[in-house]
């Protein structure tokens, strides 16, 4: 698979870009059409509203045809169609003449960062609202403002995409992501188009575990997810990660499962430990996204979460700033790449026992020096350590930790001496 | 209960300085009814000399009415009516004239303390001898001395004090004080006076547990009472204390359990983490009062010490000049508010677990912000953490270390949310 | 036992010096004759040529009469008789006439040591090959040379010694050592010499534990004898060591088991935080004699090694430099003694619990002053900590590691606590 250093992956997030993504309506649904071109055994899965899901219901599902401001003078200042983080999320239809000092109430800029628009939501309390620039808003003059939201609250859907590849185990590797954010690039499409190329990869390859992975909007889509499958989830998934804010040029971060003991943890600091120099660790206390879902009491799966530049700690975090210039292309094949290391480490990540007791005779079999010198006894080498310490209880992970190699190094003497017949696998 | 910042504790601590304490007799039961006054429920044991506790028996009850000293020149240059320490504890009964050489081998003073009276016991060898200062030691001239000891060791009790706190659980918190020194401030009043209001706080408040609080003679004392008690406390007895030197108003230290590892050490630790910049943790190396008993292998309690400036390493400890100048009301009264912080912290240390799974919408109980903001989002607080680690195995003090916060603080947030019905306790 | 300072084990070196080993033959025979002079209840065994040991096979047995070089101008330049280290080991029989040119390919020298012959062997490929100081190399000239090697490769033995000395226990302490190396000193006579004296040291004490003691050829040696013991050693040893290069005066070196963590560990670490102060300790991965075949998995005996100057780590190693002179009496006699040490404290490494609970009265014993003073109530000093610990589970070096002293100081309590009825052996 040719990913042209992650111009590939660029392209998806700028088609992914014009669409007006919430947590319900035909922005997912668009997406999710899109990601399916790619990935075909992608299935799409509708949830009425209403549907319980532990503490929560799916709310009404949310549609936006049109929103302006036209001001004093009859021009029209704002405009949904200018940008998608225009109108503050689940916005209520609204109709209206009104001051500025009324409309003022209902306008979100950041003092800050005067030339961003902020990205605002009200998914569960009735309201409207409009973001702006604050240089914009500053320029606003006195008197009567037409405004209007065309949107819709309907009972309708909730919508999620669902990738199951079967592989040898029924265990399973969960990879989750999120589709329902606006035009924003590492906080929205850095995850679901590294997932789609990261899927793609785990296609096309042989397969210890299954993989289930999820394209769903944050919060309310992981806990109507969890709802429906936790018996099974809890059964079969042994690790699990959540891909966000995996597109930027700068940091690689983690963030722990709130164990901080599972093996996606240990899969992951190993192989940052070994590939990686400056991977900021981050604590289960910094959560935020679905991990908070995956992890929680009584759920308990085994999820840590793979970023860059992680969600909240970046300034162009939720606002017109984080776009695709942040997010390139060789930011999402970082962020590629990191995973795909991770996942290749959980593929071969196995333990083996020895087929007999002793120290084998390599010699007869071609795989150490026969003559004995100063230099040849010197050489303890992978091979010889892998022999010494594969017991059958601790892994392969466990024992690079202790040669101080990686992983990924090692597993090549495992499979030759499993093809010798020296060591078996459990 | 109003304690004048600590004045009404050390006025209890005056009224009980002349009694002249010991292991056994009148000095014990007189200042048990002072202690019985204050806490009606307090009941009052005796234990015959003769019984056997373990390897130890019940010593006679030793008593003294009179004891002086008359030099050459007929002046009573010692008598015990002007400090209880003039006499070695347990002092047999002597009344006799002899030459200063043989007094000489009966006299103890403290070359390097030449003001000090020493405080010296001798309770299981039969030996008679005075205490006095080094500085009136050196002033005696040669000739003939009267020397009276008017004591009697007779068949008698071991006097103690137990006071049974009923609360919800039968599980008990243990405190244990002592009340076997004569006057003596830090190291002795000090005790039995916090452990007093201690008391009558524990009585005027809601209780998760039975409290046991035992005012004994040292060592044997708490021999005693383990041997007659010993499977109800090992039943029952979660954490406890030894209250000791507690009055003064230097450092505040902590002596753990012999494990080191027990809820009492698990709270105290906490508490000094949270709330006390400065306390000085000694080890169970360093032990030396009735832990020593309670910790002992066999017995097994988690019993751990709470103490200012610590018996053996404070310059007054075991002379005169531990007086009342030295304990005073703030030293008191510090002693007794690190006590209760760690009795309330017991006392509200549960386990909660999830009503149900995934994160509950806290929006719809005004528990949470509506309107989703950068600056919102990033209010991942106490209420957040609590619901986010409350899995039913770890408790509050778990959960409060990994958020590095006070577990009193945090419990007003398990209040709220249990009373939302968000988190049960198990 | 009189060592005279090492002098005695420096000459049973001296006596085994000349004796050409190898891993069979007759040089091990005459080695283990010598040892068995010392050592009456050593009994030398012989496992036939061709009996399989797990992957192995015992090889042919090897014995050499006589091997030169003959220079062109007639000149004997290599004699065996010189130098054990001139013949590779396990060289086939070979007598030919040939260029300096074909000649080289059989010659090993090394030109960082150009005065050392080098140590060379080929046990399991079929091979000749001498052994020569590189400075001799560099001097030979252009034309024929006569070479011969007389030696005998003939279906024989695998010869090794063994020695049992009982004890109260059925649980064995393994003492291992090789016998394989010509004439080396210490990479090889140390290890047998020192083995030798702590034998007899052994069987002149008391014991708790059963002695097993191998004398073997390094390797296959071994592993011939697990193969043979198996259940045995798995069942029965609760502690070992290799004992190799342990007769220099520089280093004290420590190579822990592979899991670092059994008893064998536990003591040696003990001994040297508390009798050494600049012991190297090595890590499992720089494992390099019989320990790769006691700690193999599924084998997982307890055995770890002590050395002086380990194997590969000084320069002398594997050639004629490692000599009788590097080897020193006092070397030798501070490898005994530190082995010494290390089985002491196995011996008295008992788990005591207390004949009755709380602590005893020392002063009817007269184990403790009677009067109480402040320096006396300073006294909490071993004998009264070793009755405030020991309850049973944890064994007298966790006590001496908590008190930080010796057990070999605490043992003596121990005794006279045992003695005095106070402490029970578990």
Known sequence: MELDNGKIIHDLCKKLWPINRSITGDGVRKTLQIIQNELPGLTINEVPTGTQCFDWKV????NIKNAYIIDPTGCKIIDLKDNNLHVVGYSIPIKKVMTLSELQCHLHSLPDQPN???????????SWGFCLSDNQRQSLVEGQYKVCIDSELTDGYLTYGELI???????EILLSTYVCHPSMANNELSGPTVTTYISKWIQSQPREYTYRILFLPETIGSICYISKNLMHLKKYV?????????GD???????????????????AKHIFENMYS??????????????????????????????????????EYHSSLDDLELVTPSGLFGGYNMTKSIIESLECNKSYKPSQLCEPQLGKRNLYPNLSTPKTTKLVENRMNLLAYADGVVDLIDIANILKVCILDLHSEAIILEEAGLLIEC
């Open 165 to 171: 590849v079967p592989g040898k185990r029924k265990e």
């Open 116 to 126: 961003a628009i902020p990205y605002v939501t009200s998914y569960y309390k009735e």
């Open 278 to 315: 400056d991977v900021i660790c981050y604590t289960y206390l910094d959560r935020g996204s679905d991990e908070r879902q995956y992890c929680s009491p009584g759920v308990d799966l085994p999820v840590a979460s793979l970023m860059r530049s992680k969600y909240l700690e970046y300034p």
């Open 249 to 267: 040029d700068r940091a690689y971060s983690y963030l722990p499962s709130r164990s901080g003991n599972t093996l996606s943890d240990k899969v």
């Open 238 to 246: 042994v690790a699990g990660y959540v891909l966000t804010c995996i």
């Open 59 to 62: 709310p009404k599902e949310w």
